[in-house]
């Protein structure tokens, strides 16, 4: 027990850095958004307003359980996930429970923020609610395609499902890196990463002025404050899988945050110009070009071997 | 009791609702000194309950969810807020689609009775503390629709003003100006409509009853 307390201190401390760099992301995307569009935009740190305003209102409507656990799964995937994966390459201070579990408990919680909002969030009974959860749900199931059969070609060119193992089998040098290693994989995995981060042209489950918000329009104050936060966890967790899984991990702290955030802006600047698909039309797209360059990233690893 | 809508006579104050006016609230289009409902029986607070509470009116004022329901013409005046030219999120104004994620409900223009039952329901929904926008003069003496038969004359018998905007209609740089208005207010703890509308309810649901004949809401529809 006493071995743990360290652990689980540098843990948390590891998370709320994570958990503020993700509103910092936010703030700089809202303001380059604003900038895109020609306008100022809100200062930086509108997302940190935003969450204390949240805190200090009063819910004032009820559901049922299940409607108020729905926050609760989605901000524990996220937090869950980023609990997984290790951030810097050798600092066993700041590689949370990752020597625990394996790439495939990852893709399981990855799962389990989305599936528990859905069943919360069904509860709210508005319409909107159910349509947002139906499309998202069928995006998952075509994005998760390419992206797993990506996963598939990493794992088998580590030979092992520990992502420690992973990132060892990347270090020396640029060119180890599973990016250059097989590219196939990797353009497989970060076009199926648009579809994770659902910024425009996969914008589908809360589409602006279609359906707008989609699955938490009942959702309110304290508990929509709380999807906020496991948002934000979350989106810094998927970086940081994605940096260990193709960028050979991050050597030092500023590493990370430089990697984390080319990633992010990656499907942010995609999201500026594209307008948005239909829900079918989605699905389509990843079930075409990005599910072939995964095929190929498998080919390619057992043909490489 | 008078009917207050379709009188021949609608300048007439005493054709308005005759139900005992409760105090801090106004009967008509209020007087400059009367604009603020309920603001001058607030009891005064321990110094510690005073600073959380100038705390968390910045971050209310700072972070106004605008609920995105045009009632009216005026609503065409909204649209270039979040544009290039007028941008309201400089201060942290954005539109919020759902009423139990906004703050503000803009009522832009005329509200004929049909949608002011809708209006209603939307700002009960809504999570406390909340404020309500009159744009145009439309909502505050009826404006152009004095003597149309199926508006509303004075918005603020039916629900809590904390900011009228004058102008037929007032331009977008108008609607800024009250934005500013109102987020001073609140950062002083004065707009407290919201609580003023709780306090009264029975007061409002007369005066929505009168001109809403087919009334089947609950009595407060949280």
Known sequence: ?305 | MKKFNGTDKPWDLTSLPTTEVPKGSVPHAPTDDQCFLGSENIPEAPKLQEAVATIKNWFRASSLNVLAFGTGCGAIELRPLSTSRFDMSRFGITGAPTPRQSNVFIISGYLSTKTLKRAIRSYEQMPNPKWVVALGSCTINGGMYWDSYNTIKVLDLYMPVDVYISGCMPRPEALLAGFDYLMTDIKKGEANGWHHYLENLNWYRENQKQVINDWDLPEYSW
Not at chain 1, 43 to 59: A, E, M, S, T, V
Not at chain 1, 67 to 79: K, Q
């Open chain 1, 1 to 305: 027990m006493m071995e743990l307390l360290p652990k689980i201190g540098w843990t948390m401390l590891s998370l709320f850095v994570a958990i503020n760099y993700g509103f910092i992301i936010n703030g700089v995307i809202r303001k380059v958004m604003a900038r895109i569009q020609g306008r100022f935009g809100p200062p930086l740190w509108q997302p940190y307003i935003d969450i204390g305003k949240l805190l200090f209102q009063r819910n004032s409507v009820s559901h049922g359980i299940m409607f108020w656990l729905g926050p609760v799964f989605r901000s524990v995937g996220g937090i869950g996930v980023f609990l997984l994966i290790p951030v810097v390459v050798g600092e066993p201070r700041l590689a949370g429970f990752s020597d625990t579990g394996d790439l495939l408990l990852v893709l399981y919680f990855m799962a389990f923020g989305s599936l528990g909002m859905a069943l919360g969030a069904g509860e709210g009974g508005h319409p909107h609610s159910p349509i947002g959860i139906s499309r998202g749900l069928s995006q998952m199931t075509a994005y998760e395609l390419p992206f797993v059969l990506s996963l598939i070609a990493v794992v088998a060119h580590a030979g092992s499902f520990d992502i420690n193992a992973i990132i060892a089998s990347q270090q020396g040098g640029v060119l180890h890196w599973n990016m250059f290693a097989n590219p196939f994989a990797f353009v497989a995995a970060f076009i199926a990463l648009l579809g994770m981060n659902m910024y425009a042209p996969f914008n589908i489950v809360g589409a602006p002025t279609e359906i707008p918000v989609g699955p938490a329009t009942e959702y309110q104050n304290t508990y929509f404050s709380l999807m906020m936060i496991g948002r934000a966890a979350f989106a810094i967790a998927k970086m940081v899988l994605y940096i260990n899984l193709f960028l050979g991990g991050a050597s030092s702290i500023l590493d990370a945050v430089i990697k984390i955030f080319v990633i992010y802006f990656w499907t942010v600047f995609v999201g500026a110009v594209f307008p948005r698909f239909r829900t079918e039309q989605s699905v389509q797209f990843f079930l075409r070009w990005p599910t072939a360059f995964g095929v190929a990233g498998v080919a390619l690893t057992f043909w490489v071997r």
